[in-house]
């Protein structure tokens, strides 16, 4: 029998949980330290089998005529029943049984490569909210709108299983199950090896800062949580305990390979990695990022490693030989919340204070406002020099921007079309990472509202006062409830035809000048310069080397403002404004400035 806590954590996930092999049985394996005794109940099969213990703690079955589909629970010490911590399924939900799952599929992506950092052009979305039906197998029907749009990545919001029929994700519970209402684990599969044969990657947000509030049973298992540490949206886990810390420690990072074996997946968001409550030397943060780059050696893949940091962690993406935490990138919000000051001044959806165009410029030409580390706190810098930032992830709004505004409006609708477009223009020709929340690149009319489904009474009364007190700058009297059915279903985006075709085509001409722009070497951070124009919320980017030039011209004013015309100077060939115009036709358009709430982008050639 293999000794778990020995094998290399690549390896972890092959044998927690529910495991069928050929012969027709199935073995279990679950790590129970303080439990005596665990056993295992088939529904509609064998009862009450007990499993074996080793002297670290993981207890393990095999029963034969046990194969894929059947459904099980665990008692740990006489308790009643619980579905499996490392369940691969939960087909009735996250207090039912666990289903055996058959870990094999016919893929087809054996040759796809995914994109390099640099050509990535990320799409998040919501799995529930992206399509009518919210099922993995609705959402393929949507990939070729994504790949004419011009999206390179895909990124999920988390599909752990959470309690309730909908949920954002972030109370995920069976952190190795797709959500029942998605569809079947292989039905995910089949997501991910479309997207890969459109030529798409997709990269999974996972969630290793807290557990859900409902259906959480791990703390009946062992000591997976932490007595020390807790975070505002829950229990914490136990990543620094002397005793029980590395188990823990290998139960999570085997999540995160479990996600990029068994799905094929391109690589993981980690959500909120500063509040992943830590101790110990070296960070747990930082022996994921080692377990994933040993498994991706071991497997020849390219694996991305997208921290949500929300400001500048000069540590994170250091390599982990020159004593970096060895992530490829990390969301940076202050790209976000900067222009939105400027758009919304006097108005803040961050818990930190931006300040209207200052704080875009500064942004603009160092990269970023508020830096910190796993270790440190956040706090104000200004950099010698630019920092690169093929490696932060920028984004005009997100899951959270729109879902911690009580009406869960888009920005289009908290300022103007034409003001949207011109932060797009920004947003996507940056050296950074583009990344646009669905629906935006139609100027999507629905909103997208924080939603749950818990069944406690007591929890759906906690999240409404949750979100009060976690915001309290806006006003939580006019909006839809966060457990109310309607936050959901309004939330899907509905199709293209519905949203504005200008805009759309706006979002086609950026990305195809971005994509054009970074291939010949002209995008990058070494080639800009920037220049503004504070008193008139006028901001430049001006990239040049030997063979061409790119000029970026907005104007982002408050919605109040006046409908002015202010004079810029610009050279070269009008490629396109906010009003699609094509660079093929731009030769005969004159460099007339930069009209109020529009963004123009000119382009030369110097050969």
């Known amino acids: 029998m293999i000794e778990i806590h020995n094998c290399p954590t690549i390896e972890v996930h092959q044998y927690l949980g529910a495991r069928p092999t050929p012969d027709g049985s199935t073995t279990f394996c679950v790590w129970a330290p303080l439990a005596d005794q665990v056993l295992v109940d088939v529904v509609d099969g064998p009862q009450a089998i007990k499993m074996e213990k080793d002297d670290a703690g993981y207890h393990r079955a095999t029963i034969a005529g ?48 995914p994109p390099g950092r640099d050509e990535l052009i990320v799409y998040e979305l919501h799995l529930g909210a992206f399509t009518a039906e919210g099922t993995f197998a609705a959402a393929i029907d949507r990939i070729g709108e994504l790949v004419e749009l011009g999206i390179t990545a895909i990124e999920l919001m988390p599909v752990a299983a959470s309690a309730g029929r909908w949920n954002w994700g972030y109370d995920g519970v069976a952190l190795f199950a797709p959500a029942d209402a998605y569809g079947p684990p292989d039905d995910f599969r089949r997501f991910v090896d479309a997207a890969h044969a459109a030529g798409l990657a997709v990269f999974l947000d996972v969630v290793y800062n807290h557990l859900g509030p409902e259906g959480n049973y791990l703390p009946e298992f062992g000591p997976y949580l932490s007595s ?52 110990r030397e070296p960070h ?28 500048y962690d000069p540590e994170m993406t250091l390599p982990r030989t020159s004593g970096g935490i060895g992530f490829d990138a990390m969301w940076c919000d202050d790209f976000l919340h900067s222009t939105f000051s400027v758009l919304r001044p006097g108005e803040q959806l961050s818990h930190r204070t931006y300040h209207p165009k200052t704080d875009l410029d500064h942004t603009l030409r160092h990269g970023y406002v508020y830096e910190g580390t796993l270790r440190q706190e956040r706090r104000r810098s200004t950099p010698d020099r630019r920092v690169d930032s093929s490696g932060l992830v920028y984004s005009i709004q997100n ?37 646009l929340f669905m629906g935006e690149e139609f100027a999507c009319e629905h909103p997208f509202r924080f939603f749950v489904d818990f069944s406690d009474q ?11 007190r976690e915001y309290p700058q806006h006003d939580w009297d006019g909006g839809i409830l966060p457990t109310d059915p309607a936050a959901f279903t309004s939330a899907k985006i509905g199709t293209q035809a519905d949203g504005d075709a200008v805009t759309l085509r706006w979002y086609r001409e950026l990305i195809r000048l971005r994509k054009q722009t970074r291939a010949s070497g002209l995008l990058v951070d070494a080639n800009l310069a920037v220049r503004s124009d504070l008193e008139n919320n006028l901001y430049v980017l001006r990239y040049a080397d ?11 004013s408050p919605q109040t403002e006046p409908d002015d015309v202010v004079e810029i100077d610009v050279e070269g060939d ?7 115009v094509e660079g093929q036709r731009a030769s005969e358009q004159s460099a007339d400035g930069l009209r109020s709430n529009h963004a123009r982008v000119y382009r030369r050639s110097l050969r």
């Open 66 to 113: 046990v194969g894929a589909g059947a459904r099980y629970y665990y008692r740990v010490d006489g308790g009643p029943p619980r579905p499996d911590p490392a369940s691969r399924y939960q087909p009735q939900g996250v207090h039912g049984p666990s289903e055996v799952v058959d870990r094999q599929f016919e893929w087809t992506d054996q040759r796809y490569r």
């Open 228 to 279: 020390k540490h807790r975070t505002v949206w829950g229990d914490a886990p136990n990543f620094d305990c002397p005793l029980h810390g590395d188990a823990v420690r290998r139960f999570f990072a085997a999540n995160a390979i479990y996600w990029l074996d068994e799905f094929h997946l391109d690589g993981l968001r980690v959500d909120a990695i500063h509040c992943m409550a830590d101790d």
């Open 284 to 311: 747990v943060v930082a022996e994921i990022s080692d377990e994933v780059a040993a498994w991706a050696r071991e497997n020849q893949r390219q694996v991305m490693l997208i921290a949500e940091s929300n400001v």
């Open 399 to 435: 899951h959270d921007f729109i879902g911690n505004h009580p009406l869960g409006v888009r920005l289009h609708q908290l300022t103007s079309p034409d003001a949207h477009r011109a932060a797009a223009a920004l947003m996507i020709l940056v050296p950074a990472i583009p990344m």
């Open 458 to 468: 007591h929890l759906r009364d906690a999240v409404v006062q949750g979100r009060r």
């Open 546 to 556: 030997e063979n061409e030039q790119l000029t970026v011209a907005v104007r982002l």
């Open 574 to 580: 009008l490629a396109m404004d906010s009003h699609g």
